[in-house]
């Protein structure tokens, strides 16, 4: 069971003490700002004093003013050093801790995330947290401590004077807290406003080419003018409910206020005779200063706030259930690949595999057919433990996969996915992904075998060119690197998914020969697309729904004339092409494949030997084609 996520208490509880320390630096030094203050006040009293002044007393005055200064100096550094060196330590151990979990968390996880999301919670909310911790709290520690101390002072200066500074200050503050009261309410009003905006702009500029050629410009402009002439009036009268608050707000607080407040209450005091005029000194310098850090309070509870909603995503990430790995790993023998009453949800509501039983048998090819959303990703995905499944047991070699340590799965078993991502690395260690101990001479064949080892030696620096610097790849080329990658790692099982996915049509057949060198002798999961590249597999598992619904052999299957019947029915019909006919739509074709009208040349085959002029494989037995795999 995944704990709460992390509130930002928790967090912060690494550098809690040193935040301490650096928050009463930031104390000490905030008291020591107003001494300068203090001692023009204290100064006034002897300068004013009856009789001859008071030289020495002056002078002590003034030289622990300077004193004062070069301490609050001090402690002012003092503060902002260790606040800097703690949020330096917290970056660092989150980013971590993250790492850590995230090193651990089903490889499915991310599947539901784009990269984008994970460089978020890893960069963007853990830099959230530095103004908190390095700037904030000091700036919240001063804003609280200078009105509070300075307040404290005047009051045993003169309480009536000092009630009658804290006038303005009261209402200002009242008038404050009314205006982010507002704002607050009006926020998620906001967030609507802008949201119909952006969309409206994001559907205008994306949809820009059809709405030309259709001739629609006017239209779709005039939705957009429209969404922003919506959140101008919403905006407009928001911020007019915002003005007189705000306004009368900050003329209250204002410096000309305070200083009209005390000359008006000091004059009314010193004529009665309750005050002395020398009293109304001190008033006149600080009363100023007290009504500042007001505004820095509003700005900083801005900034808490953002800081604690990134925690909060930052402690969701950490509160990620791990992948459980065996105390005692087992270890997998020779075998079948077995699928167990296999069920498997993502939320726990919707099924997307039921009751799945399959067997892969060593050195065979198994095709997985079926509809769109019937389950056939997520089946094979349950391989690698992207996730574990909700019922039932996958096992290898007799062995169940989740007993097997990460390390031992993936010396079993490789994958060849149709989205490559190739590391801002290296072309080398790109490869040496698969297998880190392989010497420069494996590296080199497994590319030769990948038809890719002439791509790489055009590159500015070969194999040392670094990816998105130097050398970049199209498609078809990355694709290759993915199977020098499997290749290197040279593992009993395979998994396939439109490997030729986003293959242009040139690189297409050096692909092909590349998946044909791979895999010879192994054992294959293909996730078929297109009906034609698995007819000769050794078994076709059609899934519907989640559940295998048929099995068998392309000649078995037919003969049944059940689901995969009407499937390779529509296959045909799609690649058909009559002369002054409409072309068959892919859509057509109910497996989602990507097949091309007119292609009837059975050239998609993969077989291990070479291949013939009349289309059969020599030199090897038959094997499936497969141009669109894992």
Not at 162 to 172: E, F, H, Q, R
Not at 425 to 433: P, S
Not at 487 to 507: G, H, K, W
Not at 589 to 594: A, C, F, H, L, M
């Amino acid at each position: 069971m995944a704990a709460e996520p992390a509130a930002l208490p928790s967090l912060l509880q690494p550098i809690r003490r040193r935040l301490a320390l650096a928050v009463l630096c930031q104390a000490v030094s905030a008291l020591l700002n107003i001494a300068p203050f203090l001692a023009v006040a204290e100064l006034a009293r002897v300068l004013l004093a009856d009789g001859p002044v008071d030289r020495d007393r002056a002078w002590t005055v003034t030289a622990l003013a300077g004193a004062c200064l070069l301490v609050r100096l001090l402690f002012l550094v003092t503060a902002s050093v260790v606040s800097h060196l703690a949020e330096n330590d917290l970056q660092l151990s989150i980013r971590r801790l993250l790492v850590g979990r995230l090193d651990r968390v089903p490889l499915g996880w991310f599947s539901g995330r784009g990269a984008g999301a994970v460089k978020k919670a890893v960069q963007d909310d853990v830099h959230a947290l530095h103004h908190l911790v390095a700037h904030s709290l000091l700036e919240l520690t001063a804003a609280v401590i200078v009105p509070l101390s300075t307040l404290a002072y005047l009051f045993w200066v003169d309480w009536r004077m000092a009630l009658i500074t804290m006038i303005p200050l009261v209402l200002g503050i009242g008038l404050f807290g009314r205006t982010g009261a507002a704002f607050k309410k009006n926020l998620p009003a906001l967030d609507a406003a802008m949201t119909d905006i952006n969309g409206a702009a994001v559907e205008f500029v994306q949809g820009i080419a059809v709405v030309k050629t259709f001739g629609q410009t006017r239209r779709a402009h005039r939705r957009y003018a429209e969404a922003a002439d919506r959140f101008a009036s919403f905006f407009r009268g928001w911020v007019d409910s915002l003005v007189t608050p705000r306004a009368l707000s900050e003329i209250v607080l204002s410096a000309p206020t305070m200083l009209f407040t005390v000359l008006l209450g000091g004059t009314a005091l010193i004529t009665t005779g309750r005050t002395a005029p020398e009293d109304l000194v001190p008033f006149a310098l600080l009363a100023v200063g007290i009504t500042t850090p007001v505004l820095t309070i509003s700005f900083a509870e801005e900034e808490v706030r953002a800081a604690k909603a990134a925690a909060d995503r930052i402690g969701a990430v950490l509160a990620t259930d791990e992948l459980p790995l065996p105390e005692r790993p087992a270890t997998a023998g020779p075998g079948a690949v077995t699928f167990e009453g296999v069920g498997f949800s993502h939320d726990g509501e919707h099924r997307v595999l039921d009751g799945v039983e399959l067997i892969l048998a060593p050195g065979t090819t198994t095709a997985l057919v079926g509809p769109s959303g019937a389950g056939k990703s997520t089946l094979a995905s349950l391989l690698p433990r992207f996730w574990d499944p909700d019922e039932g047991t996958i096992r290898v070699g007799g062995t169940d996969l989740r007993d097997l340590a990460p390390e031992e799965i993936y010396r079993r078993m490789s994958f060849v996915f149709q989205d490559v991502r190739l590391l801002r690395d290296t072309v080398r260690a790109n490869l040496l992904i698969a297998r880190p101990d392989a010497t420069d001479e494996e590296v080199e064949d497994a590319a030769r075998r990948a038809r890719i080892h002439d791509r790489i030696t055009e590159l500015p620096r070969g194999y040392d060119s670094v990816v998105g610097e130097d050398a970049r790849f199209s498609g078809g080329e990355a694709q290759r690197l993915s199977i020098a990658r499997a290749m290197l790692a040279d593992t009993p099982v395979l998994v396939l998914d439109e490997a030729t996915a986003y293959a242009d049509p040139e690189s297409e057949a050096a692909v092909q020969d590349a998946l044909s060198e791979l895999t010879r002798g192994r054992t294959l999961l293909v996730i078929a697309h297109r009906l034609s590249t698995v007819k000769d597999a050794d078994q076709i598992v059609v899934l519907d729904g989640g559940r295998v619904v048929e099995r068998g052999t392309h000649d078995e299957l037919l003969a049944l004339r059940g689901t995969y019947a009407g499937m390779w029915q529509a296959h045909e019909r799609s690649t058909v092409w009559r002369p002054g006919s409409p072309s068959q739509s892919t859509a057509d074709d109910p497996t989602g494949s990507d097949t091309l009208a007119g292609d009837t040349t059975g050239s998609d085959t993969l077989a291990g030997g070479t291949t013939a002029g009349d289309g059969t494989t020599a030199g090897a037995a038959p094997r499936p084609a497969i141009e669109e795999a894992v």
